[in-house]
């Protein structure tokens, strides 16, 4: 087995790794990686889940010089082949790629060994998958001490994530789409078609887009105003912590705009969503309109009996409509669910952020005030 070399990765060099997105691979079993990996990381095991449970309980049981036995013995012949040829084929599209497992033992050890046979000299991360974890949680609340943030918050459907996006190009004035990252635009509508990473995944993407932009010529973060939850992606505490303290840029839009972004966003883009993801167009509206469904259904106790028929019969009605071809239907429901629901709720909130308001204007007025 191979012992670390000078090629290998240590503390000092963590942060580079992730500011230039230096691919990882990570050589822990399946079940590992979809728990919490980083975003440049692609999942290359040593062991598969059922190969690693059975090398778990020999170590157990008989402990290490019996469970390494077992797992050289379980990866070998055809299966050893197989992995190795695997790894090569990662290497050769990404020669810089580095290697990982859950400490910086073993497993990226004996990955490190086998591949100095077949001449390739591969450096490891010192630590491993923990190290780097821990790294990025420190890194987190040091970057949110030492960064200019300020929240742009506004009613559902001022358009706070399009104006992020289109001030992203500004040298400096680094901007961090926290929707994006939790795949989930937000609001109770904002299930999106494919899945939310899981919360490792979730905070490490945080983490690195903190101390990107807190190592860019950026003087200044822009972020949305997130609750606690976005979707189902929790907000590390420091960031909840900021984001309630943190200077306030409020942006305004009237209601028919508000109404207008909400179409083009909740309606049109996820309907194309779900035609993208199938390949039968009835398949696809009939999984989009049962998701408009649900997550009407999700604030029914919110809504109230009454409320919550009416709207239901409204979006029953868009949906038909929608269905033969007029999908402006939906702006109907749209309208009311902004004006009686959403509304007072951000009213309510933003009486706690009075004070916190440094400017207020529409969209190109507050794009002009962040870039300036």
Known sequence: ????????????????????????????????????????????????????????????????????????????????????????????????????????????????????????????????????????????????????????????GVAKTALLNQCDDSPRLATI??????????????????????QINFENAVSIAFLKARYSEALTVAVEDESRLIGRCALPTDLQTCLANAPVIALQASLNERVNHSWENYILQNHTDWRNASEDDDQAFDSFAE????????????????RYAELSQIMETAISEHRSGNAEAHKAWIEILLRDYYDPMYDYQLKSKERRVVFSGSFNEVAAYLQS
């Open 291 to 306: 998701s408009l469904r649900a997550s009407l259904q999700n604030i029914q106790k919110r809504l109230g009996g009454v």
């Open 1 to 156: 087995m191979a012992k670390a070399n000078a090629n290998n990765f240590g503390s000092s060099d963590y942060r580079d790794l992730f500011l230039k997105d230096r691919v990882l691979i990570d050589t822990r079993a399946p079940i590992e990686f979809e728990k919490g990996s980083f975003p440049s990381a692609i999942n290359l095991p040593l062991m598969d889940n059922i190969e690693r449970e059975q090398i778990g309980i020999c170590y157990a049981q008989h402990g290490q010089e019996a469970a390494i036995a077992l797992g050289h013995e379980l990866v070998s012949g055809d299966i050893k082949a197989e992995r190795i040829s695997r790894w090569i084929d990662a290497l050769e599209r990404e020669p810089e790629a580095a290697f990982f497992c859950f400490r910086g033992g073993l497993r990226s050890q004996t990955t490190q060994s086998w591949l100095k046979e077949r001449g390739f000299d591969v450096p490891l991360i010192e630590g491993g998958y923990k190290s780097l974890r821990r790294f990025l949680i420190e890194s987190l609340e040091s970057s949110l001490q030492e960064s200019n943030i300020v929240v742009v918050a506004g009613r559902t």
């Open 177 to 198: 789409d926290l929707e994006g990252l939790a795949n989930h635009r937000g609001s109770a509508f904002g299930k999106r078609v494919k899945p939310q990473p899981s």
